[in-house]
């Protein structure tokens, strides 16, 4: 089944050309906010890049072998690298990409396409490598493979190394319009009227609107999520603190919880804007009414928040240490 692919028709268009014309760069960098939906149109690049019909579009025909096992991840010309998850002492941690993993990739490069015309490597969270994986990749980048396409998608470019950066062609994701959203919604099925709200409260991301319509608890969750976070700031520091104590033990669910306070600081924002339209829950509603919060302090907030979930992101940091950091910005 094809990756459901939201918006970025000028992204697609230069893609389908570059395919078309045999034009394809060994390297790119797929740059932008999280929950675009930067990771499909990399899938479905690579099903097209591979399928036997040469549709040279991205919905490849979707039933050659090429596409069956792309479509399952199990394409052997297609790599998919992305951060490891491991637990330890009860706390979820995601580890960076490591060297031996980027060492994988320099090694399947090395060998001759088992069955498409191309080797193509996908690395997630590209600015997740160590510095020797970083290393190791711009050697690979240096020198690259005849035949071989690499693929880099982050949410945080700026992580990366420079040099890396430049020798990646760079096609930048941004937001896209709500209509378009609310239209692919109705597309898999979700009646109009829950499309357009999930479109509206998805900030111009498409990943976030199809995660709401495919969990329906999801909103219902978010909600509860941003009535705790407002109940929590008439709290003392002791209350947060040891709540801080309790997010740091599960990173994944840290990092939900975050975003979801970040919707409420966004109502929060909107409201204070005098656009209750664009409000997902009734949290900040009322909050807006009680509490005299600037709008530049809600702005730094957002971007505590923001700087918080890529701090969880690296085990080399202290988790609880950053959340209480965190709560101290919100007090």
Not at 195 to 203: L, P
């Given at each position: 089944?094809?990756?459901?692919?939201?918006?970025?028709?000028?992204?697609?268009?230069?893609?389908?050309?570059?395919?078309?014309?045999?034009?394809?760069?060994?390297?790119?960098?797929?740059?932008?906010?999280?929950?675009?939906?930067?990771?499909?149109?990399?899938?479905?690049?690579?099903?097209?890049?591979?399928?036997?019909?040469?549709?040279?579009?991205?919905?490849?025909?979707?039933?050659?072998?090429?596409?069956?096992?792309?479509?399952?991840?199990?394409?052997?010309?297609?790599?998919?690298?992305?951060?490891?998850?491991?637990?330890?002492?009860?706390?979820?941690?995601?580890?960076?990409?490591?060297?031996?993993?980027?060492?994988?990739?320099?090694?399947?490069?090395?060998?001759?396409?088992?069955?498409?015309?191309?080797?193509?490597?996908?690395?997630?969270?590209?600015?997740?490598?160590?510095?020797?994986?970083?290393?190791?990749?711009?050697?690979?980048?240096?020198?690259?493979?005849?035949?071989?396409?690499?693929?880099?998608?982050?949410?945080?470019?700026?992580?990366?190394?420079?040099?890396?950066?430049?020798?990646?062609?760079?096609?930048?994701?941004?937001?896209?319009?709500?209509?378009?959203?609310?239209?692919?919604?109705?597309?898999?099925?979700?009646?109009?009227?829950?499309?357009?709200?999930?479109?509206?409260?998805?900030?111009?991301?498409?990943?976030?609107?199809?995660?709401?319509?495919?969990?329906?608890?999801?909103?219902?969750?978010?909600?509860?999520?941003?009535?705790?976070?407002?109940?929590?700031?008439?709290k003392d520091l002791g209350v947060k603190f040891k709540y801080c104590e309790v997010l740091a033990k599960d990173i994944f669910?840290?990092?939900?919880?975050?975003?979801?306070?970040?919707?409420?600081?966004?109502?929060?924002?909107?409201?204070?804007?005098?656009?209750?339209?664009?409000?997902?829950?009734?949290?900040?509603?009322?909050?807006?009414?009680?509490?005299?919060?600037?709008?530049?302090?809600?702005?730094?907030?957002?971007?505590?928040?923001?700087?918080?979930?890529?701090?969880?992101?690296?085990?080399?940091?202290?988790?609880?240490?950053?959340?209480?950091?965190?709560?101290?910005?919100?007090?």
């Amino acid at each position: 089944m094809a990756k459901l692919v939201i918006g970025h028709q000028k992204i697609i268009d230069f893609l389908n050309k570059s395919i078309a014309g045999k034009r394809l760069a060994h390297a790119y960098l797929f740059s932008g906010p999280a929950h675009l939906g930067k990771m499909d149109v990399a899938l479905e690049f690579a099903k097209a890049v591979q399928c036997d019909k040469k549709h040279l579009n991205f919905s490849s025909c979707g039933k050659c072998q090429p596409c069956l096992q792309a479509g399952k991840n199990t394409h052997p010309d297609i790599l998919i690298v992305e951060p490891l998850k491991e637990e330890i002492k009860e706390k979820i941690k995601e580890k960076e990409i490591s060297i031996e993993q980027i060492r994988n990739v320099r090694h399947r490069l090395g060998l001759f396409a088992y069955q498409g015309p191309y080797k193509i490597v996908i690395i997630s969270q590209a600015d997740r490598m160590t510095r020797e994986a970083a290393s190791a990749l711009l050697k690979t980048l240096e020198e690259p493979s005849a035949g071989a396409i690499i693929i880099l998608i982050s949410s945080s470019p700026k992580l990366l190394l420079p040099t890396i950066i430049s020798r990646c062609l760079n096609i930048k994701f941004g937001l896209v319009k709500k209509g378009e959203i609310a239209s692919g919604l109705e597309k898999i099925g979700c009646p109009k009227e829950k499309a357009e709200k999930f479109a509206a409260i998805a900030g111009g991301k498409p990943g976030l609107a199809i995660e709401y319509f495919r969990n329906p608890d999801l909103p219902a969750k978010k909600e509860k999520d941003m009535e705790e976070v407002a109940a929590l700031l008439k709290k003392d520091l002791g209350v947060k603190f040891k709540y801080c104590e309790v997010l740091a033990k599960d990173i994944f669910f840290a990092k939900e919880v975050l975003s979801n306070w970040q919707t409420f600081f966004r109502d929060l924002l909107l409201e204070k804007l005098d656009c209750p339209e664009l409000v997902f829950g009734k949290a900040a509603k009322e909050a807006a009414a009680q509490n005299k919060v600037s709008i530049s302090t809600i702005k730094k907030i957002l971007k505590n928040i923001d700087k918080t979930k890529k701090i969880l992101g690296n085990s080399s940091f202290n988790a609880r240490l950053a959340l209480e950091n965190l709560m101290l910005s919100i007090s």
